[in-house]
Each structure stands twice: as C-alpha cells, then as structure tokens.
C-alpha cells in the first residue's frame, strides 16, 4: 500500500473512498441554494453563453461582436485596454505602448457608439470588465442606450465594479480605498432607481485565483469583500433586499475537477448565510449569481492546443457546479489574444456541453455523491476559517491595507510554483511528456498604429464638441465630489457632453488623490 497522501489543489484531504454523508442534502431552489439558485437549473434555461472580446480599436471589436453574434453567442462580454482601465486616454504619455492591446480604447462616447454599432443594447446583455472606471463606462452605456431609444429600465448587463480584489490581485485601481467605496456604493445606489435590471457588481474571485490563490482563497477571500461591499451599502442606508439582488459573482474554474464543483456549491450555501445574517429576508436577495470563465493562467503555451482540453474540463465543472454564465477560453490564449478560430471552438465547447453531453437534464446531477457533499462541506469549513479572521481584522478593507490577503496569495502562488519545477504537480506538455515542437504558428496580433488612430480621433472630438459645455460638466462633477452628492448624474451628463474618460478620471484624481 502506498503512503502518498491525495489532496485537492487547496491542501484538503482527499480520502481513498467515501462511503456516508454527513448530512441530508438539500433541495435545489431552495435555501441555502447549495443544489442551484432554480429548482429546474438548466431545463428551464441555459446558462449564458459569452465570449470575452475587445482589441484595438472599436471598429475592429465591433466586428468580432458581430461575429461571435452569428456563432451563437448569447451575451457579449468587453474587455478593455490598460488606459481605459486606469482612467487615461489614449493619446496620454502612461498609455504609450498599451493601447488597444489587453482589450478595447475608449476614449468617449464617440468611441462606445462604433463599438455597439448595429447592436441593439435592450436586446443583449453586456457584461464589461471594468473597475476603477467602471462608473464613466457605465455612464457611456446608458448614454447610448437612451440614443438608440431603450427603455433605461430595461437594460441589463454586468459591470465589475469590484476595487477591493484589485488592491489584492490586480493593480488597477486609482483613487483610495474609501473614495473607491464611495464611487462603487453611488453607483449602487443611482442603478437601483435608474437601471433596476443592471447587475451593479461582480465581485471578482477570478483575479485572485490567476495571481496564484488557491480555490479555498478564492472562495473565502471573495465572499469576504463580497460581504464588505454589503456593509458599505448599508452603512448608507441603501436597503439589502433591493441591493444585493443586484451583485452578481465572477469566478475562475480551474482543472481540479471536482474541488472546482465542491467551491460552487459552497459559495451559494455561504452567500446565502452571510446575506441572511446581515438581514436579508428576501430570497432573491440571498442567492449568489455567478459567471465562470475558465482558467487563463492554466494554459500553457507548450502544446497549446491540449488547452482545448484543459477548457472543456472547465467549462463542465463550471456547469455542474451550476453557473448562470460562461466565459470559455481561447486555445491560444498563452500566445497572443484568441484568434478568431479559437474563439470559435471556445463557443463551440459550451455548446457541445449544452447540447451532447446530457448534464443539463437534471439539475446538479453530483449532488449526494458522497465525495462531493463531503468536499463542499470542507471547502466550506476552510474558508471560514479565512473569513473569520478578515472579521476579526475589521473586514476586507483592513485586510487587503495590511497586506493579509496579498501575503496569503503570494505564499500560494509560490507552493505552486515549486510544485512544477520540483514536476511534484504534473503540467501535461510542460514538465512531462514534453516535445520539441509545439505545432501552432497562428498568432494574433494588434498594431502599433491604433494609439494614432484614436489620438487623432479624440483631436477631432475635442474639436467638434461644445467645449464651454464639456468645462461646465466637470466643474459641476468636480463640486459633487467635494460634497456627499451621487456621483452618477455628473459622470452621465459629462459623457453625453462628449468629456473624455481621461477627462472625467482627471476631475477624480483631483478631488480624491491616488492610491
């Protein structure tokens, strides 16, 4: 017999067999939601299908949009370049060497119109990864939508919204933690009576895991700011149950298969606690929606094409661990942004899910396994543990100002590390059964030339728009930042006067400083 010992990527104990529960299982659509937020799941509604896309300049992603549109795609999901996500406009010095690279420009509404040009916004969701300017983009979306003639009420997407994950993983924040908050809880608020349909938030665990957490901290580390967002809204007297409808979860799942579906089901189960002990008594209020996206720093750029693999194990977890959406990656994502047959067999992948595999007949078809019930339990139980001791720091806020959270994911992110070099964590093509050539040469490229386009796009805007307007829009924004006003009215009226995002961001930076 062998002495090794089994454990999932977060350290718990896998036993060789399992052979009892040790508890009854629960009904789905039902409290505390660990089986699904519905009771029928995917036979009353697939999940949402998106494609994650945005490059160079608008026009351009506006024709992979209108391409993953005719594959099949269900919602649209943009990604946007360094400059938007840090609030400078293209033609700034910092954005020089980044523009249209890690995702889309947008340096205004100008730029947002082209981007959804032939694309009805009340007939779509759109999810946009944005953070620290998420309120100005947000601003930009409502803004074209009342052009096109939507109905406001009725549109629905998905901002991310989320500062705090990016103090501890990601690095794309400006302005202080507090006035971070304040921005993020004004947008709350405004959308609540503005833009009831909108998901406000969402709070992001993906980031967390690709800077090296383990799915235990994702969980944990997530649900704690998930929890400190709760409390900041409450603190302005906004009201849970109309609120936290609205926040909405983006997880990473990676290839430890079943540790993967035990993370869903206990975060729906943990969620559903936290909200109800902060006073949430409507149930929709307690429900954790989430996206999935598979996990970008699984793939290797050594046999890129096993990542086609890696995805669609993936893309199953997440399903039977019962998402509302998903995200699959390109094959060739190590290499260069996806091409445009990746991300084809990306969508490809869930559809193939969804309609071959036969998972989606019945809801969370693992539920009373006993090995699976028994891993929800534990995840669940470790990453308690981590919320109990942000708790007893004050809350995320404090955690993440004194390093904690960015301490524990460093640690972890280096574990792994050593695992694959000391090859005691197998990397199928990287540290075993490895060769000499990698069989791909189709790779995407973005040109440098898009920073002059978009310069000279934004010399032109500046040019044709009512200056006197745009100076008295910021001012006005500038006074309300001063003051306890919401935000959102100004950064709206500031974007349909055609104010740049960098404009905007500047009048911020002024009043509130940067972290």
């Given at each position: 017999m062998?002495?090794k010992?089994?454990?999932?990527?977060?350290?718990?104990e896998?036993?060789?067999?399992?052979t009892?529960?040790?508890?009854?299982?629960e009904?789905?659509?039902?409290f505390?939601?660990?089986?699904?937020i519905?009771?029928?799941m995917?036979?009353?509604?697939?999940?949402?299908?998106?494609?994650?896309?945005?490059?160079?300049?608008a026009e351009?992603s506006?024709k992979?949009?209108?391409?993953?549109?005719k594959?099949?795609?269900?919602?649209?999901s943009?990604?946007f370049?360094?400059?938007?996500?840090i609030?400078y406009?293209?033609d700034?010095?910092?954005?020089?060497?980044e523009?249209?690279k890690?995702?889309?420009a947008?340096?205004?509404?100008?730029?947002m119109?082209i981007l959804?040009?032939?694309?009805?916004?009340q007939?779509?969701?759109?999810s946009m990864?944005?953070?620290s300017t998420?309120?100005?983009?947000?601003?930009?979306?409502?803004?074209?939508?009342k052009k096109q003639g939507?109905?406001?009420?009725?549109?629905s997407?998905?901002?991310q919204?989320d500062i705090?994950?990016?103090?501890a993983a990601?690095?794309?924040?400006?302005?202080?933690?507090?006035?971070?908050?304040?921005i993020?809880t004004?947008?709350?608020?405004y959308?609540?009576?503005?833009?009831?349909?909108?998901?406000t938030?969402?709070?992001?665990?993906y980031?967390i895991?690709e800077a090296?957490?383990t799915?235990?901290?994702?969980?944990?580390?997530?649900?704690?700011n998930?929890k400190a967002y709760l409390?900041a809204a409450?603190?302005?007297g906004?009201?849970?149950n109309v609120f936290?409808?609205?926040?909405?979860?983006?997880?990473?799942c990676?290839?430890?298969f079943f540790?993967?579906?035990?993370?869903f089901?206990?975060a729906?189960r943990?969620?559903a606690?936290i909200?109800?002990?902060?006073g949430?008594?409507?149930?929709?209020a307690?429900?954790?929606?989430f996206?999935?996206q598979?996990g970008?720093?699984?793939?290797?750029?050594q046999?890129?094409?096993n990542?086609?693999?890696?995805v669609?194990n993936?893309?199953?977890a997440?399903?039977l661990?019962?998402?509302?959406?998903?995200?699959?990656?390109?094959?060739?994502e190590a290499?260069?942004l996806?091409?445009e047959a990746?991300?084809k067999?990306?969508?490809?992948?869930?559809?193939?899910i969804?309609?071959e595999s036969?998972?989606?007949d019945?809801?969370d078809?693992l539920?009373?396994s006993f090995?699976?019930?028994?891993?929800?339990?534990?995840?669940?139980?470790?990453?308690?543990?981590y919320?109990?001791?942000?708790?007893?720091m004050?809350?995320s806020?404090?955690?993440?100002?004194?390093?904690?959270?960015q301490?524990?994911?460093a640690?972890?992110?280096?574990d792994?590390q050593v695992e694959v070099e000391?090859?005691?964590?197998?990397?199928v093509g990287v540290?075993?059964f490895?060769?000499?050539k990698?069989?791909i040469?189709?790779v995407f490229?973005?040109?440098?030339s898009?920073?002059?386009?978009q310069?000279d796009?934004?010399?032109?805007?500046?040019s044709?728009?009512?200056?006197?307007?745009?100076?008295?829009?910021?001012l006005n924004?500038?006074e309300?930042?001063?003051?306890t006003d919401n935000?959102?009215?100004?950064?709206?009226?500031?974007v349909?006067?055609y104010?740049?995002?960098g404009?905007?961001?500047?009048?911020?930076r002024?009043?509130?400083?940067?972290?």
């Amino acid at each position: 017999m062998s002495n090794k010992k089994f454990t999932t990527t977060s350290g718990i104990e896998i036993k060789e067999v399992y052979t009892k529960l040790n508890r009854p299982v629960e009904e789905p659509g039902e409290f505390p939601y660990t089986r699904g937020i519905q009771k029928d799941m995917y036979r009353g509604r697939l999940w949402t299908m998106r494609q994650y896309a945005g490059f160079s300049t608008a026009e351009e992603s506006n024709k992979r949009y209108h391409y993953l549109l005719k594959q099949g795609t269900m919602g649209l999901s943009v990604a946007f370049d360094l400059p938007t996500q840090i609030g400078y406009d293209s033609d700034h010095e910092m954005s020089e060497g980044e523009v249209g690279k890690v995702g889309v420009a947008i340096d205004s509404l100008k730029d947002m119109e082209i981007l959804f040009d032939g694309i009805e916004l009340q007939k779509i969701t759109t999810s946009m990864t944005i953070n620290s300017t998420a309120s100005i983009l947000l601003a930009m979306y409502i803004a074209l939508a009342k052009k096109q003639g939507a109905d406001i009420r009725e549109i629905s997407g998905t901002i991310q919204n989320d500062i705090l994950k990016e103090y501890a993983a990601r690095g794309t924040y400006i302005y202080p933690p507090k006035h971070s908050m304040r921005i993020i809880t004004d947008i709350f608020e405004y959308c609540s009576k503005e833009v009831p349909k909108w998901n406000t938030i969402s709070i992001s665990g993906y980031h967390i895991r690709e800077a090296g957490s383990t799915a235990v901290q994702e969980l944990a580390f997530t649900l704690a700011n998930g929890k400190a967002y709760l409390n900041a809204a409450l603190e302005k007297g906004l009201d849970i149950n109309v609120f936290a409808k609205r926040l909405s979860f983006f997880f990473n799942c990676h290839n430890n298969f079943f540790e993967e579906i035990a993370k869903f089901r206990a975060a729906r189960r943990m969620w559903a606690k936290i909200t109800k002990d902060l006073g949430a008594t409507d149930v929709k209020a307690q429900m954790l929606r989430f996206h999935t996206q598979t996990g970008g720093s699984t793939l290797t750029a050594q046999q890129p094409l096993n990542n086609v693999i890696r995805v669609t194990n993936q893309a199953m977890a997440a399903v039977l661990g019962g998402t509302q959406s998903l995200h699959t990656n390109g094959y060739d994502e190590a290499l260069s942004l996806p091409t445009e047959a990746a991300a084809k067999i990306a969508l490809r992948t869930q559809q193939v899910i969804a309609f071959e595999s036969g998972v989606t007949d019945t809801v969370d078809p693992l539920a009373g396994s006993f090995f699976v019930e028994n891993l929800t339990d534990e995840i669940e139980t470790a990453a308690q543990l981590y919320i109990d001791k942000i708790d007893a720091m004050g809350g995320s806020v404090n955690a993440i100002e004194n390093g904690y959270i960015q301490n524990e994911i460093a640690a972890s992110a280096y574990d792994y590390q050593v695992e694959v070099e000391e090859a005691t964590r197998i990397i199928v093509g990287v540290n075993k059964f490895t060769q000499e050539k990698e069989g791909i040469n189709d790779v995407f490229t973005i040109d440098e030339s898009i920073r002059a386009i978009q310069s000279d796009k934004l010399q032109k805007l500046k040019s044709e728009r009512n200056n006197e307007a745009v100076k008295k829009a910021l001012l006005n924004l500038s006074e309300a930042a001063k003051n306890t006003d919401n935000l959102m009215p100004f950064i709206l009226s500031a974007v349909e006067e055609y104010a740049t995002l960098g404009e905007i961001a500047d009048v911020l930076r002024n009043v509130f400083g940067e972290y």
